[in-house]
Every structure is written in structure tokens, then in C-alpha cells.
């Protein structure tokens, strides 16, 4: 295989990665526009999609450069065409076409969720490699689901959040505790200074069959407690409080969750053996540690790639862009990018 360029593009990373044919990393770029979002408090769709517009035509020409390839040395281009923000979407995918019909390349529309769960794969990132079948639990900002990946393209959703992804919940929990935008890095750093036992806050599903998630229960349970403090900014010890029993109760949730995935796991398949973190959230301290006792405990290894590969990122999207090449898949020019595009959707 020659190497494949991806683009990201799907929320607020603008990204572009080129892979030689084995997968490893040529040259890699990410672009954070968090600084575009912050005043507003979240990702602005169309701020997001101009920004994409006005980065990736340097980037990429960066990233080819850096990896020392010319465009007519490249076996294909991939980019992330759902599900996400559409603005997005449609100025990575028009890219990756545009140079796909200039060069006379196979262009791969990637799936974004299919990118995360396929990252694990990625040579060198799991000892020996990490074969079919896997359990994957994905959290990030957008999404939060347990997945069977049983293979490229086959997919088995058990269960995900009926309301809030948890890294929503983590950036309005900062939100109330007035800690800016995006929150789960500062409210993880704040609770490690505060008492998790001070607050009895729910635990939404816990001990509920199957692996369904739930936070906006959690959340409002926190924005009353904040609103009983008065309206004005919150004492630090108290913040730091609320922080770490909030972290407390989404910490026992996803460990209670992930442990229902991995016996449902190990009855559809019985030689599973790895649980795979991935989103933004797996980048949590007590989230991973949690995790890793209980898959310790359900006799699965806990595999968690590095944090930059675990965000959104190119290299996963190349990455899955390969895996379609070689499986010989490729999309037509004409595929329209899809705002919402399930996993299980793949199936075929
Ligand atoms: O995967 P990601 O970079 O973007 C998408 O949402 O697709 O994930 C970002 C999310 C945000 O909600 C952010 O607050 C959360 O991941 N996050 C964390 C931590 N670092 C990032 N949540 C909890 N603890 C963290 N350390
Ligand atoms: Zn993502």
C-alpha cells in the first residue's frame, strides 16, 4: 500500500495526518480552535466551519511537506464524513475529494466513530497487536456508547447515553462551577483537591441492567446544590467539593456501566479480552484507574491509547482509511458527509 493523507474536521479539531502503507505516522497536525469557542462556551457550528476552511489548505500542504511526499505519491485520501457539525464535515470531505479527483485516488469517507474504535489497531500501540473482537467504550464531548467491534465494519452497539454524553456533563458541571470552557480537564484537576464524599450526588443507572448511560439527572443535581450556595462565585474548598463528588459519582457509574458491557462482551464473545477506552474523557485519571480495576476484575485488559490519539485527531482517520483501502473499500465522489451516521449503520 502507498500512504493515505486523512482529514478531521468533524467538531473543533481541524487535523490532517499521512501514514505510510504499514500505518505509521509520516506526519501528523492538530489544530485546536478552542480559543475560537471559548467565549461562547461551547463549539459554535459555524465559526467551526470557516475556521476548518481557513486552516486546511496550509495544513495540508504542512503535513504532505513534512512527511516528504508530493500528492501523486499518495495510494488515497480519507476524511471524516459523519457523523459531526455539517459545516465541518462538508470542508474536510470537499477537501479530501478535491484532491482525491485531482490525483485520481480512491477517496474514503471515514466514520468518525469508526475511526475512534479502529485507533487500538494502530501498529504499536497494543503489544502483539489488537485483534477482532474488542470491547470499546467511547466518551468524549459528543458521544458515549459501549461497542462490540467484531471486525471492520461490524459493529454491535450495547448501549449509550439516553441524554448527556459525559464529557457534556463534565463541561456543564464546569460551566455552573465557573471553571470556562471545556471543562473536564479543570473540574479533574479541581477534584483532586476536594472531598468526594461531602455530597451525596445520584448515580444514574447504576446496577441497571444492560449498559445504557445517563447524566442530566447528575447534572441537575449539581446545579441545585450550586444554587443553594447563593449567586455569587463559589467558595474554592466548596467548588473543589462539588467537583470531586460530582468526578465521585460519574467515576462509579461508568466503572458500574463498564462492567455490564464486559459481561455482555464475553457472552457474545467469549475470547474477547481487551476493554478500549477512547474520547476525550479517557484522558481522566480517575476514570481510567476505575476502569482498569474493573476490567481487571472482569479478567479483560484495559487498553487506553495515548491521550492525543484517544482526542480527535487525523492519524485514527487515516488510519481507519487504510484499514477500508486494504479491505479493498472505497466511497464515490458523490457520498454526502452525515451529520448523524450510527455505528451499527456500518454493518454489511
Ligand atoms: O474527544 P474529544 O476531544 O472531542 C469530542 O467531544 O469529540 O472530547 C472532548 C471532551 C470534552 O467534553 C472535555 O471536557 C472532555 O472530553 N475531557 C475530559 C477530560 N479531558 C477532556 N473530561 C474529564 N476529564 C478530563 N481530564
Ligand atoms: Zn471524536
Redesign the pocket.
Known sequence: MRPILGLESS?D?TAAAVLDGDGGVLAEVVLSQEREHAPFGGVVPEIAARAHLAAFPEMVGRVMQRAGLGFAELGGVAASAGPGLIGGLIVGSQMAKGIALAQRLPYVAVNHLEAHALTVRLPGLVEGGASFPYLLILM????CQCVAVEGLGRYTRFGGTVDDAV??A??KV?KLLGLGW????V??RLAGRGDARRFAFPRPMLGREGCDFSFSGLKTAVAQEVARHGSGALAEGLAADIAASFQRAVVEVLADRACHAMAMMRQRDPAAKLLVVA???A??GA?RAALQDAAAGAGFRLVAPPVRL???NAVMVAWAGLERLRAGLSNGLDFAPRPRWPLDALAG
Do not use: Q, R, Y
Open positions: 467538531c479539531e468524549s464531548g459528543g458521544h464529557g457534556e463534565f463541561d464546569a471545556p471543562g473536564g480537564p473540574l479533574e474520547g476525550g474523557v484522558a481522566n476514570i484517544c482526542t480527535d
